[in-house]
């Protein structure tokens, strides 16, 4: 499936279509739908609910994410420049396809798990540095007024300064401002390495868990 997967990109890298092309799309597209249909006549072994797993089971994030997939390469062409844009767009949903690959990946179960455990600290840091990115950003719109035209700029540089890229767009010009650009790049980099430790430390958690669970079998 993961071959299968990387396959059906392979047209999404093409201006024009070709048979070759097409008939990627066409066996890929094949093999999606057979995967989703005898997923859905073992929903009952998944979700372990009766007759009404197969209700639910194409309401399952990872069912309605493989029917996206899926429904892209069933479009009727009509005359009319809005209709050929419409598929362009479902085109575009294609690309759908690679995060299905998150279905086969034990590296991502990983990480999902250490999200779900750690999600209450990650959300105390994501609050922390939307806060500092607010306040940060009414000082210098205070401080620096004639840089900055509306607050959404200010958010703007303050977004850009906490993670410590500067694209040098929007530079403060006073002594005062420059001195706070200075903080908020320190500051950005302490904030960002919060997130980075919380998921490395959880990640090592889980694949020490893992081999132990290995070497119990």
């Known amino acids: 499936m993961m071959a299968v997967i990387v396959t059906s990109l392979i047209p999404l890298t093409f201006k024009s279509s070709t048979t070759i092309?097409?008939?990627?799309?066409?066996?890929?597209?094949?093999?999606?739908?057979?995967?989703?249909?005898?997923?859905?006549?073992?929903?009952?072994?998944?979700?372990?609910?009766?007759a009404i797993s197969y209700i639910l089971y194409p309401l399952t994030p990872m069912a309605i994410l493989d029917l996206l997939c899926i429904l892209?390469?069933?479009?009727?062409?009509?005359?009319?420049f809005r209709i050929l844009k419409?598929?362009?767009?479902?085109?575009?949903?294609?690309?759908?396809?690679?995060?299905?690959?998150?279905?086969?990946?034990?590296?991502?179960?990983?990480?999902?798990?250490v999200i779900k455990k750690q999600g209450s600290a990650l959300i105390t840091v994501f609050g922390l540095a939307f806060g500092y990115v607010l306040i940060s950003?009414?000082?210098?719109?205070n401080v620096e007024p004639e840089i900055f035209d509306t607050f959404f700029d200010a958010i703007y540089w303050a977004t850009i300064s906490l993670t410590s890229i500067g694209y040098g767009d929007i530079t403060p010009m006073t002594s005062i401002g420059r001195l706070i650009t200075i903080l908020s790049a320190f500051i950005g980099v302490a904030i960002i390495a919060l997130p980075s430790g919380i998921i490395t430390a959880g990640i090592m958690s889980e694949i020490q868990k893992e081999q132990g669970h290995d070497i119990n079998k």
Do not use: E
């Open 21 to 50: 092309l097409d008939w990627i799309d066409y066996i890929t597209v094949g093999i999606f739908i057979v995967d989703y249909v005898l997923r859905l006549f073992t929903a009952d072994k998944k979700l372990n609910k009766g």
């Open 86 to 113: 419409v598929v362009r767009l479902l085109r575009t949903l294609r690309v759908l396809r690679s995060f299905k690959a998150l279905r086969y990946s034990k590296s991502i179960d990983i990480i999902i798990n």
């Open 72 to 80: 892209p390469s069933f479009s009727i062409l009509a005359s009319g």
């Open 137 to 141: 950003a009414l000082i210098m719109f």
